[in-house]
């Protein structure tokens, strides 16, 4: 079964520190992958997806397929990334849907 | 343009009454999408939509719950006799092709049931 993990339910780093949210994925065939962040009291918006192999507010995300693993990772933290943040996975068939990991509250402290 | 708007943010029902959530997408959308988020849970999908067609409905429970996305007006979630267990918040995602990695989404609504 498809199935997105994110053992940490809340992360607490200092400023300035480096910071790595991570999941684990469970899917059979070539995923696709995202992270996405929830800041206080705004909607849910895509921070990035592994197939851009793009770098967002100095985030960045590599897919480990032999780890089954896509971390999401900054090495200087800012007080502003403090947000919850979803890992979640494409479900290739059955109309793509999306499929969540239950999030990680990131609190970035001065 | 105004991004996706759901109304209302905050909503009380006792048990037994109706919850209707309201989400107008993004303007030229045509794809929508409601996700439930239970306390301490992650997102799951519930119902996937374009204009006068329900695509997905597997996220969706069987009984008092059901969906719509008219060809004119926002689409409606609705929860007929709520329960305790239907307190969460729900978001609305909306989308212009049926690839919801587009997908753009509300502020959600948070429905509570006393």
């Known amino acids: 079964a498809q199935r997105v993990t994110q053992p940490e339910k809340l992360l607490s780093v200092f400023k300035g520190a480096p910071v790595e949210l991570k999941c684990n994925y469970s899917?059979?065939?070539?995923?696709?992958l995202f992270w996405y962040v929830q800041y206080s009291r705004q909607r849910l918006q895509l921070l990035l997806r592994h197939i851009s192999r793009e770098s967002i507010k100095g985030f960045t995300a590599d897919l480990n397929k032999g780890e089954t693993s896509f971390h999401l990772k900054k090495p200087f933290a800012q007080e502003e990334d403090s947000a919850m943040y979803y890992c979640?996975?494409?479900?290739?068939?059955?109309?793509?849907?999306?499929?969540w990991g239950l999030g990680t509250s990131l609190a970035v402290n001065p | 343009n105004a991004g996706v708007m759901q109304n209302p943010r905050h909503l009380v029902r006792r048990r037994g009454q109706e919850a209707r959530l309201r989400c107008s997408p993004v303007k030229g959308h045509s794809h929508v999408y409601w996700y439930r988020q239970l306390p301490e849970e992650g997102l799951k999908f519930m119902v996937y939509l374009q204009k006068e067609n329900i695509i997905d409905e597997s996220g969706m429970p069987k009984e008092r719950f059901s969906a719509e996305f008219p060809k004119e007006g926002p689409s409606i979630l609705r929860i007929q006799q709520v329960v305790r267990g239907d307190s969460a918040a729900y978001f609305c995602?909306?989308?212009?092709?049926?690839?919801?990695?587009?997908?753009?989404f509300g502020q959600g609504t948070r429905l509570t049931v006393v």
């Open positions: 899917y059979s065939g070539s995923p696709e």
């Open positions: 979640a996975l494409i479900n290739a068939g059955n109309n793509r849907k999306l499929i």
């Open positions: 995602a909306s989308s212009p092709r049926d690839m919801n990695t587009e997908a753009f």
